[in-house]
């Protein structure tokens, strides 16, 4: 991939399509492609073939998706299936042929049966039933994978899948009702204290765990996959974490601190807990060369600076 190569972010507003832009403007990348939903809706069909038969983009980050976090998931989930579908199949097919020379998939960590053994390695996909919260999305997410694998098969395309861990960090989604369990603490942590409230409400039990990746660590990650590796080299995908763990009540006490909230924790159990665990084998990616640099506490720290310069919420109107 050299500097001047057309690259196509597709879902460069989000935290994740934002963090690859980022990375790729701070490296000197100056050939970026990038559409917003009005310029571009990717669930229709035409529009996208016409789009890349006029662009012709050489490389492909598909980091659009419809996300959310386990509400948004057990609330929506005829749009996570059809919205997931729709995307990916427009631009998987319409990559191929137009002749992309590599594009990466990105999936989730929720694509692994609920009760699979910890932590989590590629094989165990399809192995057991999945987390019912997120079904829709996860079958949503294999079916990409299994839709790169199957083109590189048929058609000899270079489509790499990776599946990132629980996500988070500049330009999260922190509305309470659709975003997922980090900047959701951050937010009622926040919002609490400026307020002076005596205790916030957290859903479930805290009991589950979660892996947590800061990302432009996982920004760094795609990039360095798509620029040393082809397809065949990854394999069907690859895991991308820190390899590390905790509960969601200690999650809570470590950004409770960092906040300053000093209030008492009410835990909502009539939300539900999701899958208890999954954490992810990080074996492969760090056969392949790459490690994650960010630890949790320096990623909180980061991500609540940026909350508090970046969010009306923090600026006390
Ligand atoms: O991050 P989260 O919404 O999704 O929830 P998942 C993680 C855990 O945090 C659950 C608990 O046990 C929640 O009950 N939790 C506690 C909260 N308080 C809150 C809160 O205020 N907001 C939220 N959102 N959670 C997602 C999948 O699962 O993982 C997505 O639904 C995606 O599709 C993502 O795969 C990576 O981690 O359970």
Not at 11 to 33: P, W
Not at 97 to 126: D, H, T
Not at 132 to 161: D, L, R, V, W
Not at 224 to 241: C, Q
Request: glycine share 6%; proline share 4%.
């Amino acid at each position: 991939m050299k500097l001047n190569s057309k690259i196509y972010i597709a879902g460069h507003r989000g935290l994740v399509g934002s963090a690859i832009k980022r990375n790729l403007e701070n490296h000197g990348f100056v050939n970026l492609i990038f559409k917003t939903h009005k310029e571009l809706d990717l669930t229709n069909q035409s529009a996208v073939a016409n789009f890349f038969q006029r662009e012709k983009p050489e490389y492909v980050f598909l980091a659009a998706a419809k996300v959310g976090g386990i509400l948004a998931n057990n609330t929506y989930p005829a749009e996570f299936i059809y919205e997931n579908l729709q995307i990916q199949n427009n631009i998987i097919h319409q990559s191929y042929l137009n002749k992309v020379r590599k594009l990466l998939f990105l999936g989730s960590s929720c694509i692994y049966p609920k009760l699979a053994p910890q932590p989590i390695k590629e094989k165990y996909l399809l192995t057991g039933l999945l987390e019912p919260t997120n079904e829709p999305y996860a079958i949503a997410k294999i079916a990409g994978i299994k839709m790169c694998k199957y083109y590189n098969k048929q058609y000899g395309t270079n489509f790499i899948s990776v599946m990132p861990t629980n996500l988070y960090g500049p330009n999260d989604n922190f509305d309470l009702n659709t975003s997922h369990v980090f900047p959701a603490l951050i937010r009622k942590f926040h919002e609490a204290k400026i307020n002076n409230k005596k205790e916030v409400t957290l859903w479930g039990t805290g009991k589950p765990k979660r892996e947590f990746l800061y990302v432009d660590d996982l920004a760094d990650a795609c990039i360095f996959l798509i620029k040393n590796y082809n397809a065949n080299d990854v394999g069907e995908f690859v895991n991308i974490g820190t390899g590390k763990d905790l509960s969601i009540k200690n999650l809570a006490e470590l950004i409770k601190n960092i906040v300053g909230f000093k209030g008492k924790i009410i835990w909502d159990t009539s939300k539900p807990d999701g899958t208890p665990r999954k954490l992810l084998d990080v074996n492969h990616l760090h056969k392949l060369g790459w490690k994650h640099k960010v630890n949790l506490e320096q990623g909180i720290e980061m991500t609540y600076k940026w909350y508090k310069a970046h969010n009306k919420y923090s600026l006390n109107i």
